[in-house]
């Protein structure tokens, strides 16, 4: 395998551990370490919508890595399911941990950034090899 493409694997799952104790954390734990505050939320771009666009991003970068990193593999429609449910899941998993709020902007914002990721992924597959 090439060290990019391994490089590449490392920071997917790396980020994705990190998101995983983000969202199932009971509190904001960027909160806490900017401010001290379990359950002040960090607005890294201010905007109307609040920290929502914030999900956009963060799905976005997570979705980008894991496509790229099995972009040629058999394993990359698994890893498509996975994502999009994955986004799903771990808004809806807000209705349940303490200290959390299911918001359907979030949910939206989820979706919005994988689904971003993926149409530049297929175009990219569609550009370079001529096929999806």
């Known amino acids: 395998m090439d060290y990019k493409i391994r490089i ?17 954390f009971p509190g904001s734990l960027i909160g806490y370490f900017f401010y001290g505050d379990f359950k002040k939320e960090l607005d890294f771009i201010p905007n109307p919508l609040g920290t929502s666009i ?18 040629n593999d058999k394993i990359f429609s698994k890893n498509l399911i996975f994502l999009i449910t994955l986004s799903l899941f771990l808004e809806l998993s807000h209705l ?37």
């Open 8 to 24: 590449v694997r490392y920071l997917y799952y790396f980020s994705l551990l990190g998101l995983l104790i983000m969202y199932l």
């Open 96 to 132: 349940i941990i303490p200290s959390r709020s299911f918001q359907y902007l979030d949910l939206f914002a989820n979706l919005l950034g994988t689904l971003m990721a993926i149409v530049i992924i297929f175009l990219y597959k569609k550009l370079k090899y001529g096929k999806i």
């Open 54 to 71: 914030n999900h956009s991003f963060a799905f976005f970068y997570l979705t980008i890595l894991g496509l790229m990193s099995y972009l």
